[in-house]
């Protein structure tokens, strides 16, 4: 019983030496580096640069034949019953931002923001002038948070729409 032991384990020594038929298919040291380039990579890629500011579009400028509360209010209400847009910021002062509403999806969606500012030129006239920008919602990486950030996909026609609108509203 003993003998048979002893050959058993002289016969899985021997067994253990033979070389295997199918060698290693990556050595250990190609594996560190494959796995140490891929974490370069990976932090490389997951650090964003500072957000761009692209060129956006020449601001709408138009006179309406109204008093500045006409026209603030004429502006308020068009915004504020278009469903393609929010009303953000209503400052007496005569500046309105709107936000258009989102599109896209979860981490890929984009934005139109509406900076409308009224100045009275005359008692019986006033000025509207849009700026018009894009944002698009940016998972930051490690250098700076998610949120939004500058687009260059600036929708114009919303903007010369609701330019429209206002001047139909103070029309009547």
């Known amino acids: 019983m003993i003998i048979r032991m002893k050959k058993r384990l002289h016969e899985a020594r021997t067994l253990a030496r033979i070389p295997a038929v199918f060698p290693d298919p990556l050595p250990r040291r190609l594996i560190w580096a494959f796995s140490i380039l891929l974490a370069v990579g990976l932090l490389y890629s997951s650090c964003a640069s500072a957000p761009q500011y692209p060129a956006s579009p020449p601001p709408l400028v138009k006179t309406l034949p109204v008093g500045f509360e006409d026209a ?4 308020r209400t068009a915004m504020n019953e278009d ?3 929010f009303l953000h910021t209503v400052d007496k002062a005569g500046r309105l931002v709107a936000y258009e509403r989102t599109s896209g999806f979860i981490f890929f969606q984009h934005r139109t923001v509406l900076d409308l ?3 009275p030129t005359s ?3 006033t000025r509207l002038t849009m700026q018009m920008g894009a944002e698009a919602y940016e998972l930051g990486g490690l250098t700076r948070s ?3 950030y500058p687009s260059a996909e600036v929708d114009i026609f919303l903007g010369e729409d609701i330019m429209n609108l206002i001047e139909k509203k103070a029309a009547k």
Not at 72 to 75: E, I, T
């Open 146 to 148: 998610a949120g939004w």
């Open 117 to 119: 500012k009224l100045e």
């Open 123 to 125: 008692p019986e006239e």
């Open 72 to 75: 603030f209010q004429a502006a």
């Open 83 to 85: 469903p393609r847009i």
